[in-house]
């Protein structure tokens, strides 16, 4: 407040008082607010000053608002104007003659603001506004601000201005906000109201049990000051409309009653306060319901019914069956009939249900299934089989003599029931006539060989990739590598799991960990992809399957189309160079993290001729492929582990690795152990060459590859020679009245 006094002085003479008494001195503001003014002022030291009164004015600029006489030294002026400049003078009254006045200046506190309110809020901000009441001087307001939770936080903001937002505020936190209003120093009563934050959202949101009616997700509490004190609102959707609503105090949630084979969206929201936080989303597929199996039989024919699924409306069917190979048909018909069958011969069937939109498969349905033994008539069983006697007797009889003759002319290995208890190493000059053994019989050999592998490895704990947390980073679920043969990640941002990659490392024929067998990549583990390789300085990636087979994504592109450089995560990939060969792609990368200065080159050799439900049309296309990534590693003198990835990185990456370690062998020792092989890889990773005509088709790949070297022309390249492969149909005709077959889903 400002005062200024204005006094005259009377004429006086020796011992006479003056005409004229003397102003008031000393006029204070005792008390005051917006609508009264209490002042009071002192006497002057006059002689008859007892006797004095007083003329009080109060005006603003426009008016005169209050003039009185009385004899009292103080006054209360009632009703006025808040926010408003006024001027109060007294002078003092004797006799009717009236000194000059005494003037001080004050002003009346401004109103209070009205509807204080918060207009937007979110996790870290709150925005407010408020309105002012209609003040003869509102437009010349400032404004206090105060944001108070235990620690105050003051502003002042510019005239005219009604609103104001705070920033960088704490999640889930209770603010007290007040304003006043300012003028020429007086500050109003404050306008309070209490706010809010919004909570973080919950993170981790994940799945932790599932089943074809139900399933359970988890999540991680936010970091916030007032985190024990949040509830937490799930909800869950179907077709975008909410299906159920569930609070909870804790951090899982079990949905109930749900339909099989049936996409469930699931937000999770933080509650406090009755303010809510951003959704942490979460999509999952129950589980499809397998379907039930019935079957008759005859002696050469299975025929499969089931009924249809009750998972959803859009569903196939995968058969699996192993007749001479192990094969996979899919179907949307609820019945199958297999033909062309052995009599009195026991078959392993397994049917899944599959949505068509996914390709989520329900777990298979297993059965075993003997065909029918041959029934004749007891004569004429009798009489051939008198028969055959006297025939078998007369063959003995002159094979025996025959044998005695010309033992030694017989430059031929007599075939002999094939042992598949050892499986030695075979020399090279003797391969041909093993490969032989193992095809006689409609592949007999390879059928029971192949069988033998069935459990190698499988006993082995998978524990890392079975984890809640890592179950999506699998592209198969039942493809999952073993703890103790796993690559491991460096493990980011102390996150125990982060460490984890569908990938393993396999021997070859120089190293332990020679190659790493991978899956394709997915969208979600591309940059996990390329951790790996950079953590083990990996050179060259040999690719064996396109990204996209039978309109099925099977591999995420990990790399740019053009040389523009593309982001991964913190690995900047450029493609330096592309040349196409007739059966396969070479390109060379640039690799660049952005946490270094260093940039690394690596080679991609991509391979074109692996057909999606098959082997390669020849071995030629496959041996030529092998020999080329070997020469190259040789040519760099390669120490670092190679990356083999196709699909699932099991069926086409184990056959490459396989074929590899057999030429080394063979143009080292001069044998070849193929079986032991694939045995050493399975224990390392599941399902290495994965199927039987993968298997037999390695094999066939080893003998072309020694018939090669054998017709080998002075100064020809080793492999330009080798003949076509894999043209024996016989092994197929059980096939012939079947819509596809899918030998090779998952290669």
Sequence with gaps: ?????????????????????????????????????????????????????????????????TNITMGQTNYTFTNLSPGTDYNVSVSSLYN????????????????????????????????????????????????????????????????????????????????????????????????????????????????????????????????????????YNVSLFLNNNVVKDETTNGTHITFTKLLPGTTYSVTVRSEYNSRESQPAHLSL????????????????????????????????????????RSSVQETNDTSLKLTGLRPKTQYNISISACLQKSGKCSNPNNIEVKTETPVRNAAIIGGVFGGLILAALLIISFLVLRRHFKNKENKTIPLKPLSMKIIAKIPCSNFEQHYQQLHADSDY????????????????????????????????????????????????????????????????????????????????????????????????????AQCVEAGRPKCEQYWPDDKQPHNYGKFIISLLREDNVEHWIVRALEVRNSQFTETRQVSQYHFQCWPDHGVPNTTTQLIDFVSVVRTDLIRTEMSKS????????????????????????????????????????????????????????????????????????????????????????????????????DINDKC
């Design 1 to 65: 407040m400002t005062a200024t006094a204005d006094q005259g002085s009377g004429v006086s003479s020796m011992g006479m008082q003056s005409q004229y008494p003397s102003p008031p001195v000393q006029i204070r503001v005792t008390t005051q607010n917006s609508t009264t003014l209490s002042i009071s002022w002192t006497s002057p030291n006059d002689t008859n000053k007892d006797r004095y009164e007083y003329n009080v004015s109060l005006s603003n600029d426009l008016e005169l608002v």
């Design 642 to 741: 190679t990356v083999v990835h196709c699909s699932a990185g099991v069926g086409r990456t184990g056959t490459f690795i396989a074929l590899d370690q057999a030429i080394q062998q063979i143009e080292e020792e001069d044998m070849v152990e193929l079986n032991t092989i694939v045995k050493n890889m399975r224990r390392n990773r599941c399902m290495m060459v994965q199927t039987e005509v993968q298997y037999k088709f390695l094999h066939t790949c080893v003998r072309d590859y020694l018939k090669s070297k054998s017709d080998q022309v002075v100064g020809m390249p080793i492999y330009q020679n080798t003949a076509p492969a894999y043209q024996d149909q016989n092994s197929r005709r059980v096939y012939e009245n079947m819509h596809s077959i």
């Design 285 to 324: 597929i129950t589980d499809v319901i397998p379907p039930t199996m019935n079957f008759s039989v005859t002696q050469t024919t299975i025929t499969l019914r089931w009924e249809h699924s009750q998972s959803g409306n859009a569903v196939f069917y995968k058969i699996s069956f192993e007749l001479t």
């Design 445 to 544: 050999g390879f059928a029971e060989q192949y069988e033998m592998l069935k459990n190698v490895g499988k006993s082995q704990p998978r524990t890392a990739g079975q984890l809640p947390s890592n179950l999506s980073k699998n592209r198969y679920k039942d493809i999952v590598p073993y703890d103790d043969s796993r690559v491991c990640l460096m493990v980011q941002d102390n996150e125990e799991t982060s460490d984890y990659i569908n990938a393993s490392y396999i021997a070859g024929f120089s190293s332990q960990k020679e190659f790493i067998a991978s899956q394709g990549p997915l969208p979600s583990t591309v940059v996990d992809f390329w951790r790996m390789v950079w953590e083990q300085k990996v050179s060259t990636i040999v690719m064996l």
């Design 96 to 231: 009717d003659t009236k000194s000059q006045a005494t003037v001080i200046h004050v002003t009346t506190d401004p109103s209070p603001p009205l509807e204080l309110r918060v207009t937007t809020q979110n996790s870290t901000t709150l925005s407010i506004s408020w309105t002012s009441l209609d003040d003869t001087n509102k437009d010349r307001y400032q404004y206090n601000v105060l944001l108070s939770n235990g620690m105050e936080l003051e502003t002042n903001i510019t005239i005219g201005q009604t609103n104001y937002t705070f920033t960088n505020l704490s999640p889930g936190t209770d603010y007290d906000v007040s304003v006043s209003s300012l003028y020429n120093d007086r500050k109003s009563q404050a306008t309070a109201t209490p706010a809010t934050t919004d909570p973080s959202s919950p993170s981790h949101l994940s799945i932790t049990a599932q089943s074809s009616t139900s399933f359970s997700i988890s999540w991680t509490r936010p970091n916030d000051t007032n985190e024990s004190n949040y509830q």
